[in-house]
């Protein structure tokens, strides 16, 4: 089955009603070529042009709901062809850069906006977008799973990669840039080590900065029945202004996804944290030196590893190491605030982390040692790892002290009588004077 992509690779006009008029002119076009999908390049309501000015931005800025967008809703309905057409959205407090995707029957089907907003320049002026998502596109002849990511997007390898992992068999890059060898090889490599097919729709050559090149990779290196590579790229567009089309060969496509290496599944997402850790160009914060010490060198390591996760906003002041033979082979804090999971404990980390390091799911001779005595979770958690004795700093009631639900959830599943002997207390006074520091802070309590 193959899907028609027609690539609107034009030169914008200076009023909207006239990018109306030519969009529309080539949507036509492309409907008559046979096209399943037409793309425009970026921000063709404005033709990429953005002032700098906030007042005269937001003048421009349309709504989803605008005459612009609305005449493209109209003409996907009535030329019975999926359109995706791109626009400076009014939004607030500043405009976005945004694609909407209508399908044939001229029901809207995707809206996203671009999340890498180039802030070193022009866009500056621009908020960027909440993330990456993928729909399903019908196409009339079949389905497809379709993403997007504007231009500065694709120069980020997440982009690509999360809308892999969400499911995308095709990404649409409305784009505003030279498409030079390596920003081409850059598209190739997304649609290679996503298993996916990239349609990138650019300016022709005369707007500034744009060389036209208009391109499809479809994602398909090779094929295991046949000898030989292919060469991904089947399309490209020369400079010039004028509707392309292309066709993606869906069925090989999905043969490939279906039978090769790449994609979602040999990763190792457990290696990758600190993708996570910088995130929003995020710096750790390093906790400033501390008025307090533990006796216990392992209790340390536990405070070192809570202060760290309080100081950064990671959640309550619980930190974690686990020992075997006088090493540390784990470690892991409370991250409940910043993974949104209830499940984030710090013994739950420091154990998948020793489980990692080990390659074992059998802690036997391992020592737990955790700056609060473990809640109900945890201490199944630490049997289950088959940890041989828990040493904690505060208790249940300390933890309960600082807002924290243990001894309610305890006293609901009927105490912890029988286990006397696996929990013992140590280097209380340390922790205790965690917890104040974590109380000023003023975090959240959960
Ligand atoms: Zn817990």
Avoid at 260 to 269: A, E, I, Q, T
Avoid at 283 to 297: G, L, V
Avoid at 328 to 337: K, M, Q
Wanted: proline residues 4%; hydrophobic residues 35%; contains cysteine.
């Amino acid at each position: 089955m193959n899907l028609k992509i027609a690539f609107l690779q034009l030169t914008p006009e200076k009023r909207i009603e006239d990018n109306i008029k030519k969009g529309a002119a080539a949507c036509r076009k492309a409907a008559e070529m046979g096209a399943d999908i037409a793309l425009f390049p970026e921000m063709f309501s404005c033709g990429y042009s953005i002032p700098q000015d906030i007042n005269e931005l937001k003048s421009i800025a349309i709504s989803k709901d605008s005459g612009f967008v609305n005449a493209f809703k109209d003409l996907s309905k009535e030329l019975s062809m999926a359109i995706a057409v791109t626009f400076l959205e009014k939004h607030e407090p500043k405009p976005r850069n945004s694609v909407v995707l209508f399908d044939r029957c001229g029901k809207e089907v995707l809206h996203y906006s671009k999340v890498h907003t180039c802030a070193f320049d022009a866009e500056k002026v621009l908020c960027g977008g909440d993330g990456f998502c993928v729909s399903e596109l019908d196409f009339g002849r079949g389905k497809v799973k379709v993403g997007s990511m504007i231009c500065f997007d694709r120069e980020f390898p997440e982009s690509a990669r999360i809308l892999g992992l969400s499911g995308a068999e095709l990404i649409l890059a409305p784009n505003a840039c030279p498409m030079e060898i390596n920003r081409l090889s850059a598209l190739r490599t997304r649609a290679y080590e996503n298993m996916l097919a990239v349609a990138t729709c650019n300016y022709p050559t005369g707007q500034p900065d744009c060389n036209g090149r208009s391109s499809l990779f479809d994602g398909v290196p090779w094929l295991l029945s046949e000898p030989g590579i292919r060469d991904m790229c089947t399309f490209l567009a020369p400079g010039a202004e004028d509707v392309y089309i292309a066709e993606l060969d869906l069925d090989q496509l999905r043969k490939h996804r279906e039978e090769d290496v790449m994609g979602d599944k040999f990763r190792r997402p457990e290696k990758y944290k600190i993708l996570l850790e910088n995130n929003g160009g995020k710096e750790r914060i390093t906790p400033p030196a501390a008025d307090y010490k533990a006796e216990n060198i392992f209790m340390q390591a536990a405070i070192d590893e809570a202060r760290d996760g309080i100081y950064n906003g990671d959640g309550g002041p619980f930190g974690c190491v686990i020992v075997k033979d006088g090493k540390v082979l784990g470690r892991g804090h409370n991250s409940v605030i910043l993974n949104n999971d209830s499940t984030c404990h710090g013994e739950i980390a420091a154990i998948r982390d020793a489980e990692e390091n080990l390659k074992t799911h059998d802690l036997s001779d391992c020592e737990l040692y955790t700056t609060g005595e473990p809640c109900a979770m945890c201490l199944a958690a630490c049997m289950w790892a088959n940890i041989e004795r828990v040493y904690y700093g505060c208790t249940i009631e300390d933890n309960s002290q600082i807002g924290f639900r243990d001894r309610k959830i305890d006293g609901m599943l009927g105490g912890r009588k029988n286990i006397n002997g696996y929990l013992t207390e140590i280097d209380r006074k340390a922790c205790l004077k965690l917890f104040e520091e974590y109380l000023k802070l003023d975090k959240t309590i959960y």
